[in-house]
């Protein structure tokens, strides 16, 4: 349970999609939608988009938007998904984030925040 929201996994604002092509992304983002840019790597760039913060990654697949949830535990969260059947796709342990997909196939972030 994450103290700030009494839930055990809540939205944290923050919602990625994926790209094969970053510049074109960059452009549609940036310039048609007017985003503000606020980060930019070789692999991501990250968008002020008014209520969420949009964070696009470089991939050799498009992946539409990944909605990120906060946990208290990541250990913790990884466990519970794990054992309701949920396939984890990608980890970084770093970040004490992850990438599971769930019963429906849809792909869905979680993320350690310490409050």
Known sequence: ??????????????????????DKAKAFYGGTLGFRLVEERPEQLVFH????????????????????????????????????GCRILREWPEYRALYFEDPFGIVIDIIEKKT
């Open 1 to 22: 349970m994450t103290e700030e929201s009494g839930l055990r996994f809540a939205s944290d604002g923050n919602v990625a999609i994926h790209v094969t092509d970053l």
């Open 49 to 84: 988009t008014g209520v969420l913060t949009l964070f696009v990654n470089q991939d050799d697949q498009v992946r539409p938007f990944v909605p990120a949830l906060a946990v208290a535990s990541y250990e913790t969260a990884r466990a519970e998904l794990v054992e309701s």
